[in-house]
Structures are given as C-alpha cells and as structure tokens.
C-alpha cells in the first residue's frame, strides 16, 4: 500500500500530462494512509493514530467499498464556524477527498487565484494588485454575494470534464446533497468572503476556475487587461476606455449567468476610474499619478476610513460617536476573567485587525484611531474589576513606558503589552482573514 505522499504526488504527476483523464480515484479511498494524513491534519496535537480511529477509518473504508457510506445532512448555520462534519467519519473523508482534489486541481489553477489555497491569502492578492495594475484606467470590481447559488449540476459537469469515475461523483453527489455546497459562514471575516469547510472550499475554487480561465483568454486577446481573484470577489484593471471596460463587464456577467449558472441578481458589479476608490476584499485602492515629466503611476492599497467606527461599535467599544472626546466602554463579560485573559483579549482583537491592513498606506493613522480607545476600554475593564480607577490601574502595571502585566517567562519577566506600534509591512502573511471571537 502506498504512502499518502506517493499517491498525490502521482496525481499531480498525472493532471499536468494533456488531456489526462482520471478513471481510478475512487480505488484510492481504500488505502488506509490517507486517512492517516487526513487524521493528522484535523488533530495535529496527536503524533500517534489511536487504535479507536483505526477502527473507525476500517469500518468507514468497509462504508465505501459497499458505497453505503453516506454523509450526515447538515443543517445551515451562518454564524458558526464549526466543521459541518458532526462525526469523525464525515470529517475523515471529507478531507481525503479535499487531498485527492487538490492534488488533482491545484496544479491547473490560475495564478492570479488567491483564496482557499496554500500560501495564497488575501494579502497576495492585494501584492498583486500593488505590482501589476499601476497603468490601470478604468477598475472593475465584482463580488458574488450568494454562495448558495452555486450550481450543484453545473460543479459535476465541471468535475466530469477531468473524471471518469462514476462512483468517485456519486460520492460527491452526497456531499452536494447532504448541503455540503451550500455551508458558508458569513461575516466572520475582514475581506467580507465566506469560510467554507475544506471540501467546498476546493469546490468552489474548481468552479470559478472555470471564471479564471475564461477571462485569462480575455487577457491574452485583449491585452488591455490584469485580474486577481480572491474567493468569490475579483478585480479588473483595464488599460483602456469606458466602453473596453463596459464591454469587459458584460461578457464577464454573461459568462457567469449563462456557462456558470449564477444568477446576475447575486453579482455586484462596479466600474470606477482608476483613480476614484474602490473597495475589494475591505480595501480601498485606487491609482495616483503625478503630473510631472516622469508620468508615474503607483497603487495605493487604503484602510477605509469607516473601519475604525464599524469596528469600534461592533466590539461595544463606543456607543455615542458625536461625544467629543469618545467615551470608551467597560466591557462586562470580561470582568470575571483574569487580568491577563482580559489584556490579551484586546491584544488579540488589535493584533488581528493590523495584521489584515498592515499592507495598507495609512496603516498607522487608522490603527492609532483604533488602539486609544480599545487601550482606554481596556483599562476601565481592569479598573472595574479591581475597583480602582484608571490611573491607579496604570500606574500599578507601568515598567518604564509601557504597562502590562508580567509573566514568568523562562525563569524571567515578561512583560505582556498592547501593540503600540503600527507601521506599515508589505510582507504577506497567510491564515489572516478571519476575525477573532
């Protein structure tokens, strides 16, 4: 029996022959190792397989072999970010069949996509859209607002082209049917995209990759043209006039109506000069040039402005915004916590909020905005807690110019501090978009 390992390496091997098609992947959900690998992905604490789940993995490969195996039905639940999967089996072989896809699809994939993928994030899109639209006139966003309108029978048509192995869809046909397709949380991330369980995450990227390559002929007829996808939301620059622009717009709804099935009452579609600001996965860009003898043009990458106030009331950190100054909250589900968990509460909080924007321009304007009353916020939880006030707080936690709370550390003190510095890092980072409880 072969290792995992071998087994998607001769996969990838495979798809990147012409034409390849695959006939024997259904065969591969016998073997025993990649149910090992998929085990060790969910639970990476654990180094060693327990005999409980090897007999759980033999009586799901018995499932299989029979095809009685049969996914649970999964109630539709927007707000959690629970793994759909309710039971082991479930999530066993949901994420084998994300491992033999991936190793199937990756390879095939457009470059300019970034969402769902490894080492692609949201931030390597917006790298790319920092490199390659700077002679942009004209900006193009588009966003599908309904995952659920996804085509069941057109994903198949899709997965038919590149499989022929009718038990390998059936299965999948189960997934589709027990609601696997249509499980995405929504509002639970800086760029606005839903999270989806691994297995439709690589389905959805297997359907628009469809998207991607259509408008990759656009680009290689036209020319005028550059195009990053994250998810579910893209963006088109076009090096040409309104009504090239115009015109790229309605083929690219077209396309998406009529190959793809989605209907154009779920896509929102804007067209902007390219030095007007558009929004694409919760940044604002926009081109700037200077009128001098060089004729530069550069893409500025934007925190919007209404973040800070967005967030600020969304973490009950401000009520009133018309107070001058803002007046910052207690936050009393935090008060029973101990001092550390409360700080850390809000370091997490800022932290994750900087890491999304780090890439952004003004950065460091808009996170200071943030931090003073998330600071202030923080130390009246801590004041009301010790019924104290917050300068005594303060001065109680202060080392030199900072407070925090010490922690042993490796038979030292640490001192654990709010981030008090913001500047701009236009490294990408991975595993970023999703906002903290």
């Not at 589709?176 to 439709?200: D, E, M, V």
């Not at 259509?214 to 620059?237: D, H, P, T």
Request: charged share 25%.
């Amino acid at each position: 029996m072969q290792d995992s390992k071998t087994v998607l390496k001769n996969l990838t091997f495979d798809t990147q022959k012409e034409d390849f098609i695959f006939t024997r992947l259904y065969r591969l959900l016998y073997n025993k190792n990649l149910y090992y690998s998929a085990y060790s992905k969910l639970n990476k604490k654990e180094k060693n397989i327990p005999e409980e789940v090897k007999k759980t993995i033999e009586q799901l490969i018995q499932s299989l072999r029979d095809e009685s195996y049969k996914p649970k039905k999964i109630s539709i639940n927007q707000n959690s970010l629970i793994n759909p999967g309710f039971n082991l089996k479930d999530q066993l072989i949901e994420e084998v069949l994300k491992l033999i896809l991936d190793a199937i699809y990756e390879p095939t994939f457009n470059n300019s996509s970034h969402g769902y993928r490894s080492n692609k994030s949201c931030h390597t899109a917006l790298r790319e859209i920092n490199s390659n639209f700077f002679n942009s006139t004209y900006l193009i966003s588009f966003t599908i607002n309904d995952f659920k309108s996804f085509n069941n029978h057109i994903l198949i048509q899709i997965l038919r082209k590149r499989i022929k192995d009718e038990r390998f869809i059936r299965l999948i046909w189960k997934f589709l049917k027990a609601g696997y397709f249509k499980q995405w949380h929504i509002n639970r991330t800086f760029s606005g995209q839903p999270i989806g369980c691994p297995l439709n995450q690589i389905l959805l990227n297997i359907y628009l990759n469809e998207l991607d390559q259509f408008i990759n002929k656009l680009e290689e007829s036209e020319n005028k043209l550059n195009y990053v996808r994250y998810a579910g939301s893209f963006l088109i620059g076009i090096n040409k006039d309104f009504n090239f622009s115009r015109k790229i717009r309605n083929s690219i709804i077209k396309f998406l109506s009529e190959e793809l099935k989605i209907k154009p009452e779920s896509i929102e579609v804007k067209i902007k000069e390219s030095d007007k600001t558009i929004n694409f996965i919760g940044y604002n860009i926009l081109i700037s040039r200077t009128k001098n003898y060089l004729d530069q043009s550069k893409v500025k990458l934007k925190m919007p402005s209404c973040f800070k106030n967005e967030f600020l009331k969304k973490e009950k950190i401000i009520k009133n915004f018309n107070e001058n100054p803002w007046k910052p909250l207690v936050k009393p589900e935090l008060v029973n916590q101990s001092d550390l968990q409360i700080l850390l509460y809000y370091k997490r909080k800022l932290n994750a909020v900087y890491d999304y924007y780090r890439l952004a321009n003004n950065v460091s304007s808009q996170m200071n905005m943030i931090f003073y009353p998330m600071e202030k916020s923080c130390l009246k939880t801590l004041a009301t807690k010790h019924k104290s006030s917050v300068a005594k707080i303060k001065s109680k936690l202060r080392t030199g110019s900072i407070w925090g709370i010490k922690i042993q550390n490796s038979d030292k003190n640490k001192i654990v501090s709010l981030k008090r510095s913001f500047k701009r890092n236009k490294k990408p980072l991975n595993n970023i978009d999703i906002i903290p409880n």
